[in-house]
């Protein structure tokens, strides 16, 4: 494929031409795409239908796009907003349309056609009929401001396609699954969590949950009451404030995860949040044993106010 792009002057990124780089890596919108096309993906990946341009022999005829380039707007409207915490609200959008997406993407929330963020999304398709994001007010969010004190139940909102990697794959049931949250990381984690009970993973599930204040930590209730309902499931919150109450453990997230959970040999861990904590929870993973290619990992990356986009969810 990649040779009959690029003698028909279609302009692909691409280095290695061998299948390694993965610098011409592509997405499958319709077609059957081969795992001969898929070498060295993640599973995340491949459940999204991206190959490599290089490695594919085509057999059929196939609809592609290069990553990220989306279908455009879409057109939502604000169907609740409701508190979680002083900080923290829990926004649900309605679509009269067809919205494919994994449960821990993210998508980006127009405040205007100047102005985005990426928020992640803690529903979970087969669960939840409307979309729900996690959204923390920051002193200088120009968006998180908007949704907190200007947004109403029935406003019309332009959200892009859902992207990430960072999501559930039932590919192996009976794998540990490791998950680290800090702030607002709980809501794509939230989302994952409920995606493979939903989904009948039956392999050990450990949720931490990080914040510097009791009264930061929210949907500490429902995440409690999960877990009573699921043997296999167990959520942790922990607090590296002075303050911690009882039912949390004191400490930051990781290091109460890792010092809990010292050989993660097989596991597959999944870091959102914070980016050092990301950063960090990273090289640790790696070093108590996951491969690279089990951990799964989402920096919540802060805009300058002058900033159009975020970098990252």
């Given at each position: 494929m990649l040779d009959c792009l690029t003698a028909h002057g279609v302009s692909i990124p691409s280095s290695c031409h061998a299948g390694i780089c993965q610098t011409c890596l592509m997405q499958a919108i319709s077609g059957n795409i081969p795992a001969?096309?898929?070498?060295?993906?993640?599973?995340?990946?491949?459940?999204?239908?991206?190959?490599?341009?290089?490695?594919?022999?085509?057999?059929?005829?196939?609809?592609?796009?290069l990553p990220m380039t989306g279908l455009g707007k879409l057109s939502a409207t604000v169907a609740e907003?409701?508190?979680?915490?002083?900080?923290?609200?829990?926004?649900?959008?309605?679509?009269n349309t067809k919205f494919n997406y994994k449960a821990g993407q993210f998508i980006n929330l127009f405040k205007d056609n100047a102005t985005s963020r990426a928020y992640s999304l803690a529903s979970v398709p087969g669960i939840d009929d409307q979309l729900q994001f996690h959204i923390r007010k920051l002193p200088d969010g120009l968006v998180s401001h908007w949704v907190h004190h200007d947004l109403k139940v029935g406003d019309n909102v332009d959200i892009s396609d859902a992207s990430g990697d960072c999501f559930y794959v039932p590919d192996m049931p009976d794998q540990k699954l490791l998950l680290i949250a800090t702030g607002t990381g709980l809501a794509p984690l939230y989302g994952i969590?409920?995606?493979?009970l939903f989904q009948g993973h039956s392999g050990t599930i450990k949720l931490y949950h990080g914040s510097n204040s009791p009264d930061l930590v929210y949907l500490s209730e429902e995440l409690k009451s999960l877990a009573l309902q699921?043997?296999?499931?167990?959520?942790?919150?922990?607090?590296?404030?002075?303050?911690?109450?009882?039912?949390?453990?004191?400490?930051?997230?990781?290091?109460?995860?890792?010092?809990?959970?010292?050989?993660?040999?097989?596991?597959?861990?999944?870091?959102?949040g914070h980016p050092k904590m990301v950063s960090t929870g990273k090289k640790l993973a790696f070093l108590a044993g996951a491969s690279t290619g089990n951990i799964y990992a989402d920096p919540f990356v802060l805009v300058p106010r002058s900033a159009s986009k975020t970098i990252s969810a």
């Open positions: 001969t096309a898929q070498p060295g993906l993640k599973n995340t990946l491949v459940a999204q239908n991206y190959f490599l341009a290089c490695s594919f022999h085509p057999q059929e005829d196939v609809q592609i796009r907003i409701d508190f979680l915490n002083t900080q923290i609200v829990r926004l649900k959008l309605a679509l969590v409920r995606d493979a699921f043997d296999h499931f167990n959520y942790t919150p922990c607090i590296s404030g002075k303050t911690v109450p009882q039912g949390f453990a004191a400490g930051r997230a990781q290091e109460v995860a890792f010092k809990e959970n010292q050989d993660l040999s097989g596991w597959r861990v999944f870091l959102c």
